[in-house]
């Protein structure tokens, strides 16, 4: 198997190994998550409304996860947008993840911002690294991201930031009706995760638009054989 063989999915074992990257990738971004959560400052936006779904439906944070994330899939896929395997991934192993930490407990919740600070951005940067390894795997985006491009190309004369604002904004709302916590946090991550992202992928020079991701019917195709 050759290095351009793995780059781009071209055997049945290259998807194989980059499945299981995804996997691996994803389960610690999930800390990453955990770490954001356990500052207990406020959460990022879209941990707004799983948290908000948890307490209001006595649920798991995971379950809340991967309830959010299928229903935001079945939207891409109606949107038409390209799926990948790594979204089905991205949508169970997050989440459960974060329940994984949560059960084991490593760090107690933060009682200032003195230390909630700090612990909310060493978690963005796990979060930023592991998009990293996560999107080198090339077999899709996440399914919150193909959302924010899918609803930004049908309104082109909006920006994709204004449009990514709005979708936060709306998941920090629903959340924090339900109950989700809101606070200095979630600003931090509404506003921190872009620039940190963009400063850990410049150390691993690492062009994110320069990645073809393969969609999951082509996938399918070498896994199977098929022309």
Excluded at 52 to 73: E, M, P, R
Excluded at 194 to 216: E, K, N, S, W, Y
Aim: hydrophobic share 50%; glycine share 10%; charged share 15%.
């Amino acid at each position: 198997m050759t290095r351009t063989d793995l780059r781009e999915n071209r055997t049945a074992g290259a998807i194989l190994i980059n499945m299981l990257i995804a996997a691996v990738s994803l389960f610690v971004n999930g800390f990453g998550l955990y770490l954001t959560i356990r500052a207990n400052i406020g959460a990022a936006p879209w941990d707004v409304l799983n948290l908000g779904i948890s307490k209001t439906f006595g649920i798991l944070y995971g379950t809340a996860s991967i309830a959010v994330s299928v229903s935001i899939l079945l939207i891409d896929i109606l949107l038409k947008e390209p799926i990948g395997i790594a979204m089905f991934i991205d949508a169970i192993v997050v989440g459960k993840s974060v329940d994984f930490f949560n059960w084991i407990d490593p760090i107690p919740p933060c009682s200032s911002l003195l230390t909630g600070i700090p612990l909310l951005i060493a978690g963005l940067f796990v979060l930023a690294y592991t998009q990293y390894t996560y999107m080198i795997a090339s077999l899709g985006c996440g399914p919150r991201d193909t959302l924010m491009v899918g609803l930004a190309k049908r309104v082109r004369r909006i920006p994709i930031g204004v449009v990514s604002i709005a979708i936060l904004g709306t998941a920090t709302l629903v959340g924090w009706l339900l109950g989700g916590p809101v606070g200095i946090g979630t600003i931090l991550c509404a506003f921190g995760a872009g620039p940190i992202m963009q400063l850990a992928f410049r150390t691993v020079r690492f062009d994110a638009t320069a990645i073809r991701h393969q969609r999951l019917r082509d996938s399918f195709r070498v896994i199977f054989h098929r022309n």
